[in-house]
Each structure stands twice: as C-alpha cells, then as structure tokens.
Nanobody, 124 residues
Framework: QVQLVESGGGLVQAGDSLRLSCAAS????????MGWFHQVPGKEREFVAG????????NYADSVKGRFTISRDNAKNTVYRQMNSLKPEDTAVYYCATDPSGRNGRRAYEYNYWGQGTQVTVSS
C-alpha cells in the first residue's frame, strides 16, 4: 500500500513562497499520476494541481495558474509543488494523492491514496 507524507507547510506572509513536498513510500508511484488538493473548514476538497506519471502533462486550477508549479522526481518517489506569490486565500490544508490511471485528473474521486495533509497559512 502506498503511503504519502506531505511536508513544507507553514505560516508565511502574503507574497512569500513555499515549496511543498510529497514523499511516497511502499510501491513506486512512478506509474501514477499525482495531484495536489486543498481543503478549508466547511468546504469540499478542491483540486489545485496535477502531474501525469511521466511529468509530461500538468494541470492547474485557474486560481493558481502562473503562481504554482508542480513537478516530480520519480527516482525519489517524490512530488513537489512550488507556490509563489502566496495570497491569504491560499490558506488551507494541502493534500497530495495518487491517480492510478497515470493521468492528472481534476476530481478527487479519481485518486485512491491520500496523504494526511500539511497546513499552509498565509497572513495578509
């Protein structure tokens, strides 16, 4: 069974940058698509960014295009998300997940394994 552990969250100011990591253990995730979602209290988990199994295709929510970049290192079984120009509305718990189809779907139901999440708080 794949286990995912997110790291890199924290408290930052608006305009700052953060780099989140998602390390996978267990079977290799090199054949899986990977995605990042965020969730705020009282709302459903929302898609942020996704990357295909080989890294050749990426997908972003409109709210983060141009500010966030998703990448992966299959040799390290790790996915990254660079977040620049952070805004207070980016405050959320961020989760990474695996897409067994190998694509980078935008729907939570397309993903099967999930991490525990890492909190990102952006102050104004």
């Amino acid at each position: 069974q794949v286990q995912l552990v997110e790291s890199g969250g924290g408290l930052v100011q608006a305009g700052d940058s953060l780099r989140l990591s998602c390390a996978a253990s267990g079977p290799s995730v090199s054949s899986y698509g990977m995605g990042w979602f965020h969730q705020v209290p009282g709302k459903e988990r929302e898609f942020v960014a996704g990357i295909s199994w080989g890294g050749g295709s990426t997908n972003y929510a409109d709210s983060v295009k141009g500010r966030f970049t998703i990448s992966r290192d299959n040799a390290k079984n790790t996915v990254y998300r660079q977040m620049n120009s952070l805004k207070p509305e980016d405050t959320a718990v961020y989760y990474c997940a695996t897409d067994p189809s190998g694509r980078n779907g935008r729907r939570a139901y397309e993903y099967n394994y999930w991490g525990q999440g890492t909190q990102v708080t952006v102050s104004s």
